[in-house]
């Protein structure tokens, strides 16, 4: 063959978003703030929850889990991506590997996280009298601990066949990360397995996830229509509808990015949809569920005040 004549790539070089240098100090404000953002807000999350007995709930449990999450996330991309407008753009294709199996790890644990917290929710408002037994602390820790191992699979499984393939011609990624779509216009053997297996993950992380989600939603919110009080169904909707945004908005641009490698991908939507699950949805999430969360906003307040008063 052709290919096995020419020079495997070693090194992978990133469009990132646009070329034009009187852009990149533009871009690489945006994406420090959002980093700095989602980083200490996730922090706060993390640290405010961790550091109170009251919110130590199978709820706020989930919290911490997806704040470690979006922690983990945007440092597994955002510095490269800094690094790369203040210096060549470019990453090694070991680093590029590393990169994409972090990056599906952590997108994938964000879907699983969402479907054990509408889980938790619909436990919690269609059945509270046996909450305590359907939502023990050997439930949550368990349904915690199958979210990190089912997604270290998968995220194995997709970059072991990304491995397999050959880059040996173009090493030039329209992108600002290195992701399963971009990378696969690149291989230069077949990748109709790696696709067929991108288009399954799709359907079960995005698909049979989403389904489960909408489910207990429509059970939550036949439960929350039966209360008779108007204060009782604000109070449930309340400790639901920051998630349901949260899940509706980060769910359409993880399939739509996933589930496009079978029938065409377009690089430019590709980044801003991109843009919005890998450092928006990080940066937003700690702001939708902290600033609408009375409890979470005492505990933080008690603990900036003990932290001042030292």
């Not at 709930?57 to 983990?72: G, N, R």
């Not at 059970?219 to 929350?224: E, G, H, L, P, T």
């Not at 993880?254 to 940066?283: D, F, M, Q, R």
């Given at each position: 063959?052709?290919w096995?004549?020419?020079?495997l790539v070693?090194e992978?070089?990133v469009?990132?978003?646009s070329?034009?240098?009187?852009l990149?100090?533009?871009f690489?404000f945006f994406?420090?703030?959002l980093?700095t953002?989602?980083?200490?807000?996730?922090?706060?999350?993390?640290v405010?929850i961790s550091?109170n007995s009251?919110?130590?709930t199978?709820?706020?449990?989930?919290?911490v889990?997806?704040?470690?999450v979006?922690i983990?996330?945007?440092?597994t991309?955002?510095p490269?991506?800094?690094?790369?407008?203040a210096?060549?753009k470019?990453?090694?294709?070991?680093g590029?590997?590393?990169?994409l199996?972090?990056?599906?790890?952590?997108?994938?644990?964000?879907?699983?996280?969402f479907t054990?917290?509408?889980?938790?929710?619909?436990?919690?408002?269609?059945?509270p009298?046996?909450y305590?037994?359907?939502?023990?602390?050997?439930?949550?820790?368990?349904?915690?601990?199958s979210?990190?191992?089912?997604?270290?699979?998968g995220?194995?499984?997709q970059?072991?066949?990304?491995?397999?393939?050959?880059?040996c011609g173009?090493n030039?990624?329209?992108?600002?990360?290195?992701?399963?779509?971009?990378l696969?216009?690149?291989s230069c053997?077949s990748?109709?397995l790696n696709?067929?297996m991108?288009v399954?993950?799709?359907?079960?992380?995005?698909?049979?996830?989403f389904?489960?989600?909408?489910?207990?939603?429509?059970?939550?919110?036949?439960?929350?229509?039966?209360i008779?009080?108007?204060?009782?169904?604000?109070k449930?909707?309340?400790?639901?509808?920051s998630?349901?945004?949260?899940?509706?908005?980060?769910?359409t641009t993880?399939i739509?990015?996933?589930i496009?490698p079978?029938?065409?991908?377009y690089?430019?939507?590709?980044k801003a949809v991109?843009?919005l699950y890998?450092?928006?949805?990080?940066?937003?999430?700690?702001?939708?569920?902290t600033?609408?969360?009375?409890d979470?906003k005492?505990?933080?307040?008690k603990?900036?005040?003990s932290?001042?008063?030292?």
């Amino acid at each position: 063959m052709a290919w096995m004549n020419q020079t495997l790539v070693t090194e992978f070089f990133v469009k990132g978003f646009s070329e034009a240098p009187h852009l990149q100090p533009l871009f690489f404000f945006f994406f420090l703030s959002l980093y700095t953002v989602a980083l200490s807000g996730n922090i706060f999350t993390f640290v405010t929850i961790s550091f109170n007995s009251i919110l130590h709930t199978p709820m706020y449990f989930f919290l911490v889990s997806l704040a470690v999450v979006d922690i983990l996330r945007t440092s597994t991309i955002l510095p490269k991506v800094l690094e790369n407008m203040a210096d060549k753009k470019s990453i090694s294709y070991f680093g590029c590997m590393t990169q994409l199996y972090f990056l599906t790890w952590f997108l994938g644990a964000e879907l699983l996280l969402f479907t054990a917290m509408a889980y938790d929710r619909y436990v919690a408002i269609c059945h509270p009298l046996h909450y305590t037994t359907m939502m023990s602390r050997k439930v949550y820790i368990l349904l915690a601990g199958s979210v990190w191992a089912i997604t270290a699979i998968g995220s194995s499984v997709q970059t072991g066949l990304m491995i397999q393939l050959t880059f040996c011609g173009p090493n030039k990624i329209n992108h600002f990360l290195c992701e399963i779509p971009t990378l696969l216009l690149l291989s230069c053997t077949s990748t109709y397995l790696n696709n067929t297996m991108v288009v399954i993950a799709t359907i079960y992380f995005g698909g049979i996830n989403f389904v489960l989600t909408m489910v207990s939603y429509g059970f939550i919110i036949s439960s929350i229509l039966k209360i008779r009080t108007t204060e009782g169904k604000k109070k449930a909707f309340s400790t639901c509808s920051s998630h349901l945004i949260v899940v509706t908005i980060y769910y359409t641009t993880v399939i739509y990015t996933y589930i496009l490698p079978g029938s065409g991908y377009y690089p430019e939507k590709g980044k801003a949809v991109a843009v919005l699950y890998s450092t928006v949805s990080p940066a937003a999430n700690p702001l939708i569920y902290t600033l609408r969360n009375k409890d979470v906003k005492q505990a933080l307040r008690k603990l900036l005040v003990s932290w001042f008063s030292f």
